[in-house]
């Protein structure tokens, strides 16, 4: 199975249509952000959530590691959707929080407007993991 196979933009659609008109909302709206950063970002289902991977080329890795995954959404916290970006720790960014062993880092969006003043540090933050995993690697 490639990575393209796991492309699953339906099941996305039906698992954020399911959400509270207002959750849903901005979910849908920092999808779009994500996938609007790079072409090559694909999304599916993934830990019981929206998730985003990289579709492009790659050269061969254990699948435990995570490298393709690019960022999940955690939707479960109270006042905030949080975007978990597993292999983050290749990531300097001021908007990126938590240094986990496991390599983790995170970031919060409170609302539409929160989103609004992030959507572009979010979007170098896509482009950065690009560079820093893929193009360098």
């Known amino acids: 199975m490639t990575a393209k196979d796991k492309h699953d ?3 996305v659609t039906a698992y954020i249509e399911k959400l509270a008109p207002v959750q ?3 979910v849908e709206k920092v999808r779009r952000a994500i996938l609007d950063a790079d072409r090559r970002i694909g999304e599916q289902l993934k830990w019981n ?4 991977f990289y579709t492009g080329e790659m050269e ?3 699948p435990k590691t995570y ?3 690019m960022v999940v959404m ?3 916290q109270k006042g905030h959707l949080l975007l978990i970006f597993p292999t983050g720790s290749v990531l300097q960014h001021a908007l990126l929080e938590g240094d986990h062993a496991d390599g983790r880092r995170m970031l ?3 609302d539409e407007a929160d989103l609004d003043e992030k959507r572009e540090a979010l979007q170098e933050i896509l482009r950065a993991w690009i560079a ?3 193009e360098k690697s």
């Open 24 to 26: 849903a909302e901005l």
């Open 132 to 134: 820093e995993s893929i």
């Open 49 to 52: 959530a929206p998730a985003f």
């Open 67 to 69: 490298k393709r995954d």
């Open 108 to 110: 919060k969006i409170k």
């Open 60 to 62: 061969d890795f254990d």
């Open 9 to 11: 933009p339906e099941g």
């Open 74 to 76: 955690n939707l479960r």
